[in-house]
C-alpha cells in the first residue's frame, strides 16, 4: 500500500512539473545600439504575445546602473509553448538581429513559485 501511494505521490509531482509554467531569466550585456536592440526585443515581444497563445508575459527591463544589461523575464504557459516559440521566424529574426549587439548573453532555468497577474495565477503545489 505504501509503494502505491509513494508511485502516486510521484506521479503526481512529475505531471505537476510538467504542467508548471515555464520561467526563464535571459540575461544581456548589449555592447552598442542599445536603440536597436530593443526595437527588435519589442517587435518579438509585441508578436509573441498577440499571437502565441502560450506565451502568458514577457517583460524587459534595464539595470539603473548600466543600461546595457538587460534582464528578459518569458514566461510560458509549458514547455511545448517555449518550444514552438523559438521555433518560430519571429525569434529567429530577433536573434538574428541581435547578434551583433551582444556581448554576453546567459539564461538562468528557474522553477516557479508563485506567478500572478490579472492574466492568470499559478502556485506549486
Same mark, same amino acid.
Given at each position: 500500500? !505504501?509503494?502505491?501511494?509513494?508511485?502516486?505521490?510521484? +506521479?503526481?509531482? =512529475?505531471?505537476? &512539473?510538467?504542467? #508548471?509554467?515555464?520561467?526563464?531569466?535571459?540575461?544581456?550585456?548589449?555592447?552598442?545600439?542599445?536603440?536597436?536592440?530593443?526595437?527588435?526585443?519589442?517587435?518579438?515581444?509585441?508578436?509573441?504575445?498577440?499571437?502565441?497563445?502560450?506565451?502568458?508575459?514577457?517583460?524587459?527591463? !534595464?539595470?539603473?546602473?548600466?543600461?546595457?544589461?538587460? +534582464?528578459?523575464? =518569458?514566461?510560458? &504557459?509549458?514547455? #511545448?509553448?517555449?518550444?514552438?516559440?523559438?521555433?518560430?521566424?519571429?525569434?529567429?529574426?530577433?536573434?538574428?538581429?541581435?547578434?551583433?549587439?551582444?556581448?554576453?548573453?546567459?539564461?538562468?532555468?528557474?522553477?516557479?513559485?508563485?506567478?500572478?497577474?490579472?492574466?492568470?495565477?499559478?502556485?506549486?503545489?
Amino acid at each position: 500500500m !505504501a509503494l502505491l501511494a509513494s508511485e502516486a505521490t510521484s +506521479y503526481a509531482q =512529475e505531471t505537476a &512539473k510538467r504542467d #508548471a509554467p515555464i520561467v526563464r531569466i535571459f540575461e544581456f550585456v548589449v555592447a552598442s545600439d542599445l536603440a536597436a536592440f530593443m526595437v527588435a526585443g519589442r517587435k518579438n515581444v509585441q508578436a509573441s504575445i498577440r499571437d502565441e497563445p502560450g506565451v502568458l508575459s514577457m517583460h524587459s527591463v !534595464a539595470d539603473k546602473s548600466d543600461p546595457t544589461n538587460l +534582464y528578459v523575464v =518569458e514566461v510560458y &504557459k509549458d514547455e #511545448a509553448a517555449y518550444r514552438a516559440h523559438v521555433a518560430t521566424t519571429r525569434f529567429k529574426d530577433f536573434i538574428n538581429a541581435i547578434k551583433a549587439k551582444v556581448i554576453s548573453r546567459r539564461v538562468i532555468e528557474t522553477n516557479p513559485k508563485m506567478l500572478g497577474s490579472e492574466d492568470f495565477e499559478w502556485t506549486e503545489q
